[in-house]
T-cell receptor, first 113, second 114 residues
Framework: GESVGLHLPTLSVQEGDNSIINCAYS??????FIWYKQESGKGPQFIID?????DKRQGQRVTVLLNKTVKHLSLQIAATQPGDSAVYFC????????????FGRGTSLIVHP | NAGVMQNPRHLVRRRGQEARLRCSPM?????VYWYRQLPEEGLKFMVY????????ESGMPKERFSAEFPKEGPSILRIQQVVRGDSAAYFC????????????FGQGTRLTVV
């Protein structure tokens, strides 16, 4: 079936470095993508989104890139901080008559001070 | 504007009992999603509801699990005759339901079956 998947389950970086988290998706009909951050014991928190008619979107310290040709999504975090340590999920809104956010497995980001 | 509210935060049930998980969506949201998350895993979609309607329940187990979102009151995820394998975190999310709007999540209910 169609799925959203992540390449790296764990990413360790030093404080101040830039982080890149990747995500592959296979549903070509998806037209909206969201990155969520989940801290331990909490619910997922919205970080940034991007529509399929865009290839880049920037937020505060975060940038999402969308490559529809290879069905790839990435989240870039600039100047990573210890507070960025969390599990990051990409989600796509699948369209089958209703829009349901579909999640991949997640990448655990560990930031070392 | 309160976010998505889930209660209880923690729920302990003995095998065979019933578990009821509640979710109040954000104000103005009429679309609710329930997800289940096991430790070290992603969120697995269970069911999508609008007021008084189940839109998609393709992720719900065929037996023991049910969900509702009445005209008044919170959405309820009900698990009958719980088993140890039901132990997980259950998250609820709500949205405006449009294709390009994000879903906002609650803090989850952590169900432990003993």
């Amino acid at each position: 079936g169609e799925s959203v998947g992540l390449h790296l389950p764990t990413l360790s970086v030093q404080e101040g470095d830039n982080s890149i988290i990747n995500c592959a998706y296979s549903n070509s009909a998806s037209d909206y993508f969201i990155w969520y951050k989940q801290e331990s014991g909490k619910g997922p928190q919205f970080i940034i989104d991007i529509r399929s008619n865009m290839d880049k979107r920037q937020g505060q310290r975060v940038t999402v890139l969308l490559n529809k040709t290879v069905k790839h999504l990435s989240l870039q975090i600039a100047a990573t901080q210890p507070g960025d340590s969390a599990v990051y999920f990409c989600a796509e809104n699948t369209s089958g008559g209703s829009y349901i956010p579909t999640f991949g497995r997640g990448t655990s980001l560990i930031v070392h001070p | 504007n309160a976010g998505v509210m889930q209660n209880p935060r923690h729920l302990v049930r003995r095998r065979g009992q019933e578990a009821r998980l509640r979710c109040s969506p954000m104000k103005g949201h009429s679309h609710v999603y329930w997800y289940r998350q096991l430790p070290e895993e992603g969120l697995k979609f269970m069911v999508y509801l609008q007021k008084e309607n189940i839109i998609d329940e393709s992720g719900m187990p065929k037996e023991r699990f049910s969900a509702e979102f009445p005209k008044e009151g919170p959405s309820i995820l009900r698990i009958q005759q719980v088993v140890r394998g039901d132990s997980a975190a259950y998250f609820c999310a709500s949205s405006e339901g449009e294709s390009d709007t994000e879903a906002f999540f609650g803090q989850g209910t952590r169900l432990t079956v003993v």
